[in-house]
């Protein structure tokens, strides 16, 4: 085969499209216009974005949602430490993506010159590889395995950096083959293992959660809850895992947890564990069990054997993808008699009250009725996105998602979050209702790409629950030193006319009875929108107020 000679750069581009890569978010930068330049006129849609956290959550959540990498370009120093945010939700989401950086010449590198920064001892603790490109010969060498590792095992974010010299270097060189996910299974004789497990369990529970997963899978994985009448949950931030209408759900394990929910898992004398990994926040603080032997057999299924036991010691241990074991599993015949079985309808029944009726609030807004208005006029493939803050506990105890993929957001508990991921989600799925749900505090961490949706006509739907407070941080404030307000109020805009001045639409709700009209408005508009949604902050959870909190602090002295 004749090989024609490329720029470095061209090669970079041409690896990504052998890759079957349509969208790479940015920020553009001196730095990498060579790479820039190579998209031009290829079949990669640009989407440029107003600063670096927005562009590089945006990867995260392509990469989070199709578990192929998203790709963001940002410039040297500033850029990159910008995107950092990004690359960050990525590493404790177990999301796939590449964050491509420009870097200084190589004939200057290491005098502190103009935006250089050691990318490798920046991002080598948060990126599961950070490597510089040093030779235009191997460009589609090391960009084929940045793809193969930000895939594989448990998926995380690669750092590749490029010096601009070497980007406009000319190479005659092949494309790489792409990288493939490798799928396991695990061996026969654990699920022989498994199933001899369920035969001597009385309480068994099935959690599911992390990454690997597809519809597929999903949909593998109820037939085995089905067939051994196991109750099932969700992990932080997985929702999409498994549908909460059906007869097995019991609810999810993150933030603002049903207790009945923590009771049972904990009560559980066989917890089955697939994908998650068990991390801080779905673990309830890692006090499900005692460290490092559970009081439970623990069988814990992940992609990657060296994330097994990172915490406790599991009674057995499973080295397999969601997509290979569900297959597996559903296949799966045993044991006929099921003494738990009555546990699935117990379990969904409690889930059924925790999060059927709205609770109450002081005010004139209620959260809890706007999810659930929102659970049943929203189509069913919608997606929803979010950021960090008490207004997610409503979104995790209220609304339903129904669908595989119908819910993002940053297992790092990262403010700011959702609109970028909203942004990202409306690129790639145009047909799609894409709702963000924000705080007042989240909504301006990275509010700014507001101007990206509107750039490119997104016609997402942006909430902003506000309370004119830092809420989460004023209600641990108000636990631990009650009254001594320092550094959680905030002075807010009209949001209203934020989305207008950007050049979208804009509505303003202060009380629950007017979000309907207000958001068939946004969504009437066709624009991209922000509902400004002013709550009174009493309310600062599903089931406490903020002065409920101070006066029981007060009184505890
Ligand atoms: C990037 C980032 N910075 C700071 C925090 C700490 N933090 C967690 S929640 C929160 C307040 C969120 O406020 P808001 O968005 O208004 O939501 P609310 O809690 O009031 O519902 C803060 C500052 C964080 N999680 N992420």
Redo the contacts with the bound molecule.
């Keep these: 085969m004749d090989l024609k000679t490329r720029t470095a750069a061209e090669v970079l581009v041409d690896q990504l499209i052998v890759h079957g890569v349509t969208d790479v978010f940015c920020v553009p930068g001196e730095s990498y216009l060579p790479a820039l330049d190579a998209m031009v006129d290829r079949d990669i849609r640009v989407t440029v974005c107003r600063q670096e956290g927005g562009a590089a959550i945006m990867a995260e959540a392509v990469g989070k949602q199709t578990g192929r990498p998203g790709v963001c370009f940002v410039t040297r120093g500033p850029g990159a430490t910008n995107a950092a ?1 990004g690359v960050h939700i990525a590493q404790q989401s177990s999301s796939p993506m590449i964050l491509f950086v420009g870097q200084v010449d190589r004939g200057v590198r290491g005098r502190d010159a103009w935006q250089e920064l050691d990318y490798r001892a920046v991002f080598g603790s948060m990126t599961k590889w950070a490597a510089e490109i040093d030779d235009a010969a191997r460009v589609s060498e090391m960009v084929a395995r940045a793809f193969q590792i930000a895939i594989n095992g448990r998926p995380g974010p690669v750092v590749l950096a490029l010096p601009e010299d070497m980007l406009r270097e000319r190479v005659t060189v092949a494309d790489a083959p792409p990288a493939k996910p490798v799928e396991s299974a695990g061996d026969i004789r654990a699920i022989g293992d498994l199933l001899g497990l369920l035969e001597q369990a009385k309480s068994p529970f099935l959690l599911l959660g992390g990454c690997r997963w597809d519809e597929e899978a999903r949909a593998a994985i109820v037939k085995f809850a089905e067939r051994f009448e196991v109750p099932v949950a969700t992990g932080f931030r997985r929702m999409p895992l498994f549908d909460p209408r059906h007869r097995n759900y019991a609810g999810d394990l993150g933030l603002g947890a049903n207790p009945k929910l923590v009771e049972r898992v904990k009560a559980s004398d066989l917890v089955i564990v697939l994908g998650e990994r068990l991390s801080e926040v779905t673990t309830q603080g890692y006090t499900l069990w005692d460290v490092p032997m559970p009081q439970t057999r623990l069988v814990h299924i992940y992609p990657d054997a060296d994330e097994i036991g990172r915490v406790w010691r599991p009674h057995l241990a499973i080295a397999a993808t969601p997509r290979g074991f569900a297959e597996l599993a559903a296949n799966a015949h045993g044991t006929s008699v099921m003494p738990w079985h009555g546990s699935v309808e117990a379990a969904h029944a409690e889930y059924l009250a925790w999060s059927e009726a709205p609770t109450p609030q002081p005010g004139e807004v209620n959260l809890a009725e706007i999810m659930i208005w929102l659970r049943e006029q929203l189509p069913a493939d919608a997606i929803l996105t979010n ?6 506990a409503w979104v995790n105890r209220f609304y339903r998602v129904r669908r595989f993929g119908g819910h993002l957001g940053p297992n790092s ?4 979050y959702g609109v970028p991921a909203a942004v990202a989600m409306q690129r790639l799925y145009p047909g799609r209702r894409v709702v963000a749900v ?6 301006l ?1 990275n509010g700014q790409e507001f101007a990206t949706a509107v750039q490119y006509g997104l016609p997402i739907v942006v909430l902003v ?3 004119g ?7 641990h404030q108000e636990r631990d030193y009650p009254g001594r307000v320092i550094a ?1 109020d ?1 002075k807010n805009p009209d949001f209203a006319a934020y989305a207008r001045a950007f050049g979208g639409f804009g509505a303003t709700v202060e009380r629950t009875r007017d979000f309907p009209a207000a958001f068939e408005a946004a969504v009437a508009s066709g624009q991209p929108s922000i509902v400004h949604v002013k709550f009174d ?1 009493d309310g ?1 959870t599903p089931t406490q107020t903020l002065s409920g909190i101070r006066a029981a602090a007060l009184k505890k002295g």
């Design positions: 945010h950021g960090a803050g008490n207004f997610a508990g990262s403010m700011g924000s705080g007042d505090g989240d909504f961490m629950f506000d309370n407070c830092y809420g989460t941080i004023r209600m959680t905030l902050p600062i």
